[in-house]
């Protein structure tokens, strides 16, 4: 353990305000992780208890029906799946034919032999195991302390995407996995496993496949290589076993449903193209937008900027080791950004840059803003939806209307719910400023001041007395 003596530590008590050192001492106290973890079980209760009650209403029903109708041999994205659904006593809402690429569908297919009820279980028993080897994975032999461990584990079971990717039932904890393997056959320099994990990824979800521009940009030809020879080998095992049909069908149906605009006016649509495109819409039950050629210009300016701004980052230092794996962590964010569209679970990816901040602040090599912007994005969720649900409750927007008109109230009651953009917006910007000031042991309060050295945050954790 390292140790410091008195005036480090006077320094460190001096030199942070509000102070980190603080707020990372406190959270590693018994008593406030017996707290943490009193809250984490409660949280889990309460949504263990609405998972039984509404097993059937989410990702899972869409997963499983989508899955029978290819083990039937029927095409899952021209077969209307919410008639299917409502057969097998399932309920899917608003999408009628599947949309899920038919590489995960074929490894779901094993859970269609059981009956829906119980393949839901074994479902969330999976996404449980998934979980717990991630972590395993990202937290093992990273020289954390034993109780800024624990405190990370709490924390992140608190988180709200995790929350929520359990409520749903959905599959994102996968591609957690999957980076989570990649990072460790990368840091072993098994290339070939570690491109065979990307392209895993891909297959399963489509859009993990940007975090390819981290590979260019740092010049891992032999990773990239192995990328695409697991996708030759994914394509042709997919190939075989669903049939051209499907793929066809899956490249142009679903992919033109995903692309196309229809999921765009739900606030639960975090990505980038989704969240502009809400601010030129017409509301109404179909995606109609105002000034269009003015919504799709932005867009693309936007995509093109974050795409820019995360080469630029990576590029900067790409002849050196990527320490910390920051400008790993920002391509991983940075393909939610981009993608055509993601959800508030699909934010477990943001996990490793959580992770590795801890990690960094350690050895005092991370600015200051690049945490409180992660610490933002962690809260701006559970307070921005309670925030937004207390206002419902209150009437603020039947009492607004009248003074502002239908249109005004409409889009502040849109603009609260976005809270998963600016979430993902605040993760970005954290992961960014982690990556660009990398070796700087930032800490700048006003002009002329000196910078001050954190590298103590989490030394301290266990060198102070806690009592």
Same mark, same amino acid.
Request: some cysteine; aromatic content about 14%.
């Given at each position: 353990m390292d140790k410091m003596d008195d005036s480090d530590v006077l320094h460190n008590r001096r030199a942070s305000v509000p102070s980190l050192d603080g707020f990372a001492r406190v959270i590693v106290r018994p008593e406030?992780?017996?707290?943490? /973890?009193?809250?984490?079980?409660?949280?889990?209760?309460?949504?263990l208890s609405k998972m039984q009650v509404h097993w059937y209403d989410m990702d899972f029903s869409f997963y499983y029906t989508s899955a029978l109708a290819m083990r039937k041999g029927l095409n899952p994205y021209t077969t209307n799946v919410m008639q299917l659904a409502s057969r097998l006593? #399932?309920?899917?809402?608003?999408?009628? /034919?599947?949309?899920?690429?038919?590489?995960?569908?074929?490894?779901?297919?094993?859970?269609?032999?059981?009956?829906?009820?119980?393949?839901?279980?074994?479902w969330i028993a999976c996404d449980i195991v998934a979980l717990f080897l991630s972590l395993f994975t990202l937290l093992t032999g990273r020289k954390i302390l034993g109780r800024s461990?624990?405190?990370?584990?709490?924390?992140?079971? #608190? /988180?709200?995407?995790?929350?929520?990717?359990?409520?749903?039932?959905s599959s994102k904890v996968f591609l957690l996995l999957c980076f989570a393997l990649m990072m460790r =056959?990368?840091?072993?320099?098994?290339?070939?496993?570690?491109?065979? =994990? #990307?392209?895993?990824?891909?297959?399963?979800?489509?859009?993990?496949? #940007?975090?390819?521009? /981290?590979?260019?940009?740092? *010049? !891992?030809? *032999?990773?990239?290589?192995?990328?695409?020879?697991?996708?030759?080998?994914?394509?042709?095992?997919?190939?075989?076993? =669903?049939?051209?049909?499907?793929?066809?069908?899956?490249?142009?149906?679903?992919?033109?449903?995903?692309?196309?605009?229809?999921?765009?006016?739900?606030?639960?649509?975090?990505?980038?193209?989704?969240?502009?495109? *809400? !601010?030129?819409?017409?509301?109404?039950?179909?995606?109609?937008f105002v000034f269009n050629g003015v919504r799709l210009v932005l867009v693309l300016t936007a995509q093109i900027a974050v795409l820019g701004a995360s080469v630029m980052a990576t590029v900067k230092n790409a002849s050196r080791p990527d320490r910390n794996w920051r400008a790993f962590c920002?391509?991983?964010?940075?393909?939610?950004?981009?993608?055509p569209i993601g959800y508030? !679970?699909?934010?477990?990816?943001?996990i490793p840059l959580m992770i590795q901040l801890v990690i960094a602040?350690?050895?005092?090599?991370?600015?200051?803003?690049?945490?409180?912007?992660?610490?933002?994005?962690?809260?701006?969720?559970?307070?921005?939806?309670?925030?937004?649900?207390?206002?419902?409750?209150?009437?603020?927007?039947?009492?607004?209307?009248?003074?502002?008109?239908?249109?005004?109230?409409?889009?502040i009651w849109l603009l609260m719910r976005e809270f998963?953009?600016?979430?993902?917006?605040?993760?970005?910007?954290?992961?960014?400023?982690?990556?660009?000031?990398?070796?700087?042991?930032?800490? !700048?309060?006003?002009?002329?001041?000196?910078r001050k050295d954190y590298s103590h945050t989490h030394t301290q954790l266990e060198a102070l007395p806690l009592g």
């Open positions: 406030v992780l017996f707290l943490f /973890y009193i809250a984490a079980i409660g949280h889990a209760w309460i949504l006593g #399932l309920h899917i809402n608003g999408v009628p /034919y599947g949309n899920d690429p038919p590489t995960f569908l074929l490894c779901f297919e094993p859970l269609t032999l059981l009956p829906p009820k119980l393949s839901y279980w074994v461990k624990w405190a990370i584990i709490a924390l992140i079971a #608190l /988180y709200p995407p995790i929350a929520i990717h359990f409520s749903v039932a =056959c990368l840091e072993a320099e098994n290339e070939i496993i570690a491109g065979f =994990c #990307l392209a895993m990824a891909g297959m399963l979800r489509g859009y993990p496949l #940007l975090a390819a521009g /981290y590979l260019i940009c740092r *010049r !891992q030809w *032999r990773v990239l290589f192995y990328l695409f020879v697991g996708l030759a080998i994914g394509g042709l095992i997919t190939l075989f076993f =669903c049939g051209f049909g499907v793929l066809f069908s899956f490249l142009t149906d679903a992919m033109s449903f995903l692309t196309g605009g229809e999921m765009i006016p739900f606030p639960s649509n975090l990505a980038i193209y989704a969240f502009i495109s *809400r !601010q030129f819409w017409v509301f109404g039950n179909s995606p109609v920002l391509w991983l964010i940075t393909a939610i950004v981009v993608s508030i !679970q699909d934010m477990v990816l943001v602040a350690r050895s005092g090599d991370v600015s200051r803003r690049a945490i409180w912007l992660a610490i933002a994005s962690y809260l701006v969720p559970a307070v921005m939806g309670g925030v937004a649900v207390t206002l419902d409750h209150l009437g603020f927007l039947a009492h607004l209307t009248p003074i502002v008109g239908v249109g005004v109230s409409r889009r998963a953009f600016f979430s993902l917006t605040l993760a970005y910007l954290s992961a960014y400023f982690f990556t660009i000031d990398e070796g700087h042991n930032l800490e !700048q309060a006003s002009e002329g001041e000196n």
